[in-house]
Nanobody, 121 residues
């Protein structure tokens, strides 16, 4: 059974940081691209960051320079480091996976349940 289990979300103040983790199982993690999506209440789900199986990263303009995606294939885990957080970063963050690549036009095959991030003073 494929599983993507996110952790690390929570409440932080503007300007603060969080590190999200996603533990993967049930598929060949090292061969999959991984992505982090986020969805704020009432808004469309947004692709925030991706990393290919070879470690190439890409970011949405809204998070570029503040967020960092990384992966540890030995641990079957992908991370999202969120720095300089803004209230508009408040959303549920979803881990996702797809063999090959994830982009605006290439959708994930697998999804986690999400972990909420709230940025508020």
């Amino acid at each position: 059974q494929v599983q993507l289990v996110e952790s690390g979300g929570g409440l932080v103040q503007p300007g603060g940081s969080l590190r999200l983790s996603c533990a993967a199982s049930g598929f060949s993690f090292s061969h999959y691209a991984m992505g982090w999506y986020r969805q704020a209440p009432g808004k469309q789900r947004e692709l925030a960051a991706t990393i290919t199986s070879s470690g190439v990263t890409n970011y949405a303009d809204s998070v570029k320079g503040r967020f960092t995606i990384s992966r540890d294939n030995a641990k079957n885990t992908v991370y999202l480091q969120l720095n300089s957080l803004k209230p508009e970063d408040t959303a549920v963050y979803y881990c996702s996976a797809r063999v090959g690549v994830i982009s605006q036009n290439v959708r994930p095959q697998y999804w986690g349940q999400g972990t909420p991030v709230t940025v508020s003073s």
